[in-house]
């Protein structure tokens, strides 16, 4: 099973500011995933991003949200400016080779 | 589109009782169907997975669950319940041949009884 790390594991920001979640495969992938939890609720799918492209994405994620590559192996969610209602739990996932996802442990936002 | 409906938010078992969490899964296609776990203030742990092969799959823990066509359902079972199975459990689908996303149903809560 692939290990994924994610960082923060819980960041405290202000309404309005930016905010950047990492997720850092231990090997190489191509299929990564943003999912976001809020408290009690269920997990919902964000996007998708195979080969450096989004592939896909949910009605969430709007022109606030944004995903990068940058440098081939930290895979990013960047939220440009956050509101109340982005206060979750954000997993990143890798594609597994029967099409099962690999979970970090998660971020925690905190949006006050 | 595809979905998956788990009946029940809430299911509380004895400890070394029966543990059933229900899940039916809509599609016209047979789909690769998962159950995850997630202990509290965890991430999401794969149990087991059914990608059309076998339709009794057994996972981690002594999980397994079987795959029926003619019910669209894949149940999750383990015939005696822990006080560690105390989790959220989340049955999940992909579209066969999809190289896109898992949509999760919303959860059932497994709590144990002493």
């Known amino acids: 099973e692939p290990e994924v790390t994610q960082t923060p594991s819980h960041q405290v920001t202000q309404m309005g500011q930016e905010v950047i979640l990492r997720c850092v495969p231990i090997s190489n992938h191509l299929y990564f995933y943003w999912y976001r939890q809020i408290l009690g609720q269920k997990v919902e799918f964000l996007v998708s991003?195979?080969?450096?492209?989004?592939?896909?994405k949910s009605e969430i994620f709007d022109d606030q949200f944004s995903v990068e590559r940058p440098d081939g192996s930290n895979f990013t969610l960047k939220i440009r400016s956050t509101k109340l209602e982005d206060s979750a739990m954000y997993f990143c996932?890798?594609?597994?080779?029967?099409?099962?996802?690999?979970f970090g442990e998660g971020s925690r936002l905190t949006v006050l | 589109a595809q979905s998956v409906t788990q009946l029940g938010s809430h299911v509380s078992v004895s400890e070394g009782a029966l543990v059933l969490l229900r899940c039916n899964y809509s599609s016209s296609v047979p789909p690769y169907l998962f159950w995850y776990v997630q202990y509290p203030n965890q991430g999401l742990q794969l149990l087991l997975k059914?990608?059309?092969?076998?339709?009794l799959v057994k996972g981690i823990n002594g999980f397994e669950a079987e795959f029926k066509k003619s019910e669209t359902s894949f149940h999750l079972t383990k015939p005696s319940a822990h006080m560690s199975d105390a989790a959220e459990y989340f049955c999940?689908?992909?579209?066969?041949?999809?190289?896109?996303?898992?949509?999760f149903g919303s959860g059932t809560r497994l709590s144990i009884r002493p």
């Open positions: 059914y990608t059309s092969a076998a339709t």
């Open positions: 999940a689908v992909r579209p066969y041949s999809s190289a896109s996303k898992i949509i």
């Open positions: 996932a890798l594609g597994g080779d029967t099409g099962e996802l690999f």
């Open positions: 991003f195979y080969n450096n492209e989004i592939s896909e």
